[in-house]
Structures are given as structure tokens and as C-alpha cells.
């Protein structure tokens, strides 16, 4: 008895653990940590349930070898009360044991429940705001402490990174990523733009999506001579003087554009929004696209 109780504690702490590794997944999830958190937490989870059945299995179920005839017949009225017997047995081991029970459905569904919250990140984002800015006419191009950004602040070969006003901070901080552009300038000689973006560079200056259209890394190398922007994570390389095209890497798609006016105080402003859905494609690029141009339509 002693054995068997020692079984059942043990049983108890492994339900325990996957509960409770569980509720780390779903915190970690929550606040968006590492996925090394994520997967120890389900793995966790995940192994905290093996481990309590097999010790349920090797030491908590009745131990009998059933031997099967190999030929098929009726089995006899004896056989037959056994096997009823055998089952009676394990229900009545189920119910003299309803805490291990209840603690199991409970372990299961705590796992259950958490290995749903991935779904929530498939396909739009519950805002719907995947692909989509905060780029509007008029909006005014400030740096991360919110300071306006003038034309004088750029010299010829510069690059600073902007954002649109009032979205930064930390209750912005994950749109930031979306709204962050890279804005650069460049001598209007060299300027190869399409012509219906003519009036996109007022003295030089140009606004690209600082997000890759590859993977989604952050751009973050800018060469002056050969008005270059390179992305950092797998060399996709992209022209500022012809509209953003892609010119070497992995890339498929030119960067987003935004269309830059200078205000009377000599500030930087937005034209319009962004040329294109920004961000790396994915299986919902078109549905995304399509929204983006909806709503620069109504913009």
C-alpha cells in the first residue's frame, strides 16, 4: 500500500508539473517572449502527461498476462465474467482514486487549452493591421523621442530613421515595426524615379519601408555612392534612386514607398500612405494588398 501510495504522489506531481508548465507557455505567449520559453513550456507540458501515465501504467493498473488461442472461437461463459471482472476492477481503481483523476482531466485541459493560442497568430492580426501602417497625408515624420524631422536635418548621403507622429512610444512599440521607414538623401540628378512618383522626393529626399520584402528583417546599411539599401540578414539589396527595385538578394518586391512633402516650418510630412503592403510576403499577401490599396482609396 505504501508502494502504491508513493505511485499516486508521484502521478500527482507530474500532473502538477504539466499544469504548471503549461501556464508558462500561456505567460510567455502573453508577453511575447522568446521562443525557447514557448517550447520548453509545451514541451514541458507535453512530458509532465507522459510521465504521469506510464508511472500509472507500470505501478497503478492491475498486472495480468492473457494468453489468446490461435484459432477463433466463442469465448466461454468463465472468460467472459473475467474480462467483466478485470474491467470492474479498473473502474473501481479509477474511482477510489478521484483526486488523480480530476487532477488528470485538469492537466489535460490546461495543455489542451494552451496548445490553442498559436491559431491566434495565423492569417490577420485581431487589429488586422498585418502589412498595414499608420501612414496618412499630412502625417508628420518624427524620430523615436517624438522629435519633428527637417528637411536640413538630412545631408546628401544621410539616413535616419522616422516614424509617423503621435504612434511612438511604448504603447505603439509593436506597430513601430510596421510604421518605421528609412529616409534618405540623394541628389536630384541621380533621382530615376517612375514618373507618376515625381513629386516623391522634394529636395532629394526619399522614404522606403525599413522592413525587407524577403523575411522581414529590419534594413539597417545604406550606400551612398550607389544609393544602395541592404538588408542585413541575407543581402538583398535594394535601389532608393528608381523607386526601391530590387537589384540583388532573395527579395521578389521593390520596398514601399512613401510619397514625402515638405511643410512651411521645413519639416518632413507624408503625401499620401505607403505605396505598397509592407512587410515580408506571405500566403495573405493579396488578400493584404488588397486592403492596402482600399484604404490609401479612401486615405
Same mark, same amino acid.
Given at each position: 500500500?505504501h508502494?502504491?501510495?508513493? #505511485?499516486q504522489?508521484?502521478?500527482?506531481?507530474?500532473?502538477?508539473?504539466?499544469?504548471?508548465a503549461?501556464?508558462?507557455?500561456?505567460?510567455g505567449? &502573453?508577453l511575447?517572449?522568446?521562443n525557447?520559453?514557448?517550447g @520548453?513550456?509545451? +514541451?514541458?507540458?507535453?512530458? !509532465?502527461? @507522459?510521465?504521469?501515465?506510464?508511472v500509472?501504467?507500470?505501478?497503478?493498473m492491475? =498486472?495480468?498476462?492473457v %494468453?489468446?488461442?490461435?484459432?477463433?472461437e466463442?469465448?466461454?461463459e468463465s =472468460?467472459? %465474467?473475467t474480462?467483466?471482472?478485470?474491467?470492474?476492477t479498473g473502474?473501481?481503481?479509477i474511482?477510489?482514486r478521484k483526486?488523480?483523476?480530476?487532477l488528470?482531466?485538469?492537466a #489535460?485541459s490546461?495543455?489542451?487549452?494552451?496548445?490553442?493560442f498559436?491559431?491566434?497568430?495565423?492569417g490577420?492580426?485581431?487589429?488586422?493591421r498585418?502589412?498595414? *501602417?499608420?501612414w496618412?497625408t499630412?502625417?508628420? $515624420?518624427?524620430?523615436t523621442?517624438g522629435?519633428?524631422?527637417?528637411?536640413?536635418? $538630412?545631408?546628401?548621403g544621410g539616413?535616419?530613421?522616422?516614424f509617423?507622429?503621435?504612434?511612438? +512610444?511604448?504603447?505603439?512599440? %509593436?506597430?513601430m +515595426?510596421?510604421? &518605421?521607414?528609412?529616409?534618405?538623401r540623394?541628389?536630384l540628378a541621380?533621382l530615376r524615379?517612375?514618373?507618376d512618383r &515625381?513629386s516623391?522626393?522634394?529636395s /532629394?529626399?526619399?522614404?522606403?519601408?525599413k522592413?525587407c520584402t524577403?523575411?522581414?528583417?529590419?534594413? !539597417?546599411?545604406?550606400?551612398? =555612392?550607389?544609393?544602395q539599401l541592404?538588408?542585413?540578414?541575407?543581402q538583398?539589396?535594394?535601389?532608393?534612386a528608381? +523607386? /526601391?527595385?530590387?537589384?540583388f !538578394?532573395?527579395?521578389?518586391?521593390? $520596398?514601399p514607398q512613401?510619397p $514625402? %512633402?515638405?511643410a512651411a516650418? /521645413? *519639416?518632413?510630412?507624408?503625401g499620401?500612405p505607403?505605396?505598397?503592403?509592407?512587410? @515580408?510576403d506571405?500566403?495573405?499577401?493579396g488578400?493584404? &494588398?488588397? =486592403?492596402?490599396?482600399k484604404?490609401?482609396?479612401?486615405?
Open positions: 500500500m508502494k502504491e501510495k508513493r #505511485a504522489l508521484l502521478v500527482g506531481f507530474w500532473l502538477c508539473v504539466s499544469m504548471l503549461s501556464g508558462v507557455f500561456a505567460l505567449y &502573453a511575447n517572449l522568446q525557447e520559453v514557448l @520548453a513550456g509545451l +514541451g514541458m507540458g507535453c512530458m !509532465g502527461i @507522459a510521465c504521469a501515465l506510464v500509472w501504467s507500470r505501478h497503478l492491475p =498486472e495480468e498476462q %494468453e489468446d488461442q490461435h484459432y477463433s466463442r469465448s466461454s =472468460e467472459r %465474467e474480462s467483466v471482472d478485470y474491467l470492474d473502474i473501481q481503481l474511482a477510489r483526486w488523480l483523476f480530476r488528470g482531466i485538469a #489535460a490546461a495543455l489542451g487549452l494552451v496548445a490553442l498559436p491559431f491566434r497568430s495565423w490577420f492580426s485581431p487589429k488586422g498585418i502589412g498595414l *501602417t499608420d496618412r499630412g502625417a508628420q $515624420l518624427v524620430t523621442d522629435t519633428p524631422i527637417r528637411v536640413d536635418d $538630412l545631408d546628401p539616413m535616419i530613421t522616422a509617423p507622429k503621435g504612434f511612438v +512610444g511604448h504603447d505603439d512599440i %509593436e506597430q +515595426g510596421l510604421d &518605421a521607414i528609412v529616409v534618405v540623394v541628389d541621380q524615379l517612375p514618373s &515625381a516623391w522626393a522634394p /532629394g529626399c526619399l522614404a522606403y519601408s522592413i524577403h523575411l522581414g528583417c529590419p534594413l !539597417g546599411l545604406y550606400r551612398q =555612392e550607389s544609393q541592404m538588408c542585413p540578414c541575407h538583398s539589396v535594394f535601389n532608393v528608381d +523607386g /526601391g527595385t530590387v537589384m !538578394g532573395p527579395a521578389a518586391r521593390s $520596398l512613401l $514625402l %512633402e515638405i516650418d /521645413g *519639416t518632413l510630412v507624408a499620401g505607403m505605396s505598397d503592403y509592407v512587410g @515580408a506571405n500566403w495573405n499577401y488578400q493584404n &494588398a488588397k =486592403e492596402t490599396t484604404k490609401c482609396s479612401a486615405s
